[in-house]
């Protein structure tokens, strides 16, 4: 695998398993996320499977993850 960085195409990280949440919906609007062989976590938009990649930590995943879980973000989504 080539040097990993923010903004990468997508495409280029090969043997990685990408991975969408099951409640993403049919036309394909979702986040999908592949774990790297270091252990930082990809990040990319299923509408551009080949686009850019965002590459996090796993602390990085994790502080997201629990704001999710704590409903943070909530107010993104509500009219």
Same mark, same amino acid.
């Given at each position: 695998? @080539?040097?990993? $960085? =923010?903004?990468? #195409? #997508? +495409?280029?990280?090969?043997? /990685?398993?990408?991975?969408?949440? +099951?409640?993403? =919906?049919?036309?394909?609007?979702? /986040? !999908?996320?592949?774990?790297?062989?270091?252990?930082?976590?990809? &990040? +990319? =938009?299923?509408?551009?499977?080949?686009? @850019?990649?965002? &590459? $996090?930590? @796993? #602390?990085? &995943? !994790? #502080?997201?993850?629990?704001?999710?879980?704590?409903? !943070?973000?909530?107010?993104?989504?509500?009219?």
């Amino acid at each position: 695998m @080539p040097h990993v $960085y =923010n903004g990468m #195409a #997508a +495409r280029d990280l090969h043997g /990685v398993v990408w991975q969408k949440s +099951r409640h993403s =919906n049919s036309q394909g609007a979702c /986040v !999908e996320f592949a774990k790297l062989p270091g252990g930082d976590v990809a &990040v +990319r =938009n299923s509408r551009f499977p080949d686009g @850019p990649a965002l &590459v $996090y930590t @796993p #602390a990085e &995943v !994790e #502080a997201m993850l629990l704001g999710v879980k704590d409903g !943070e973000f909530d107010h993104l989504i509500q009219d």
